[in-house]
């Protein structure tokens, strides 16, 4: 479903009054849900997975530094505390660390990006979490 028509759905639905309200308010449910289901499902599924295989991966004194903050087109994005860490993480990706994330991860991971920054400045009360 494209934004075009979601957003076309949308205004129908604000033009909807009386009895006629209830079948255009599930005329937008219905493309809403499938949309939720097939698309977002799937990818929270597969973020769940990625931070899972990370989790398991990366050992405990490298991890505590870093946040997974995105992943986009294959290109996992994760911020390291300091140079120190980024530079052990990176010694850790190109030694295998990278293709153990790769076995236990279903999807295209073509590289891992790490992006100096604070983790204490990020909203992520939780880490290791990844951004949609």
Not at 9 to 28: F, P, Y
Request: a positive charge; one cysteine or more.
């Amino acid at each position: 479903m494209q934004e075009r028509q979601l957003r076309n759905v949308w205004q129908n639905r604000r033009r909807s009054t009386g009895a006629m309200g209830a079948d255009r308010v599930s005329m937008l449910a219905e493309p809403l849900n499938r949309l939720v289901n097939k698309h977002l499902a799937k990818r929270v599924r597969r973020i769940g997975q990625l931070s899972a295989a990370w989790e398991e991966c990366v050992p405990d004194f490298i991890r505590e530094h870093t946040a997974l903050v995105g992943f986009n087109g294959g290109t996992l994005t994760v911020v390291v505390d300091s140079a120190s860490h980024r530079y052990r993480l990176e010694m850790l990706l190109r030694a295998g660390l990278l293709d153990a994330i790769r076995e236990r991860f279903s999807g295209a991971l073509n590289r891992v990006r790490l992006t100096p920054g604070q983790l204490d400045v990020l909203d992520t009360p939780d880490r290791p979490t990844v951004q949609a």
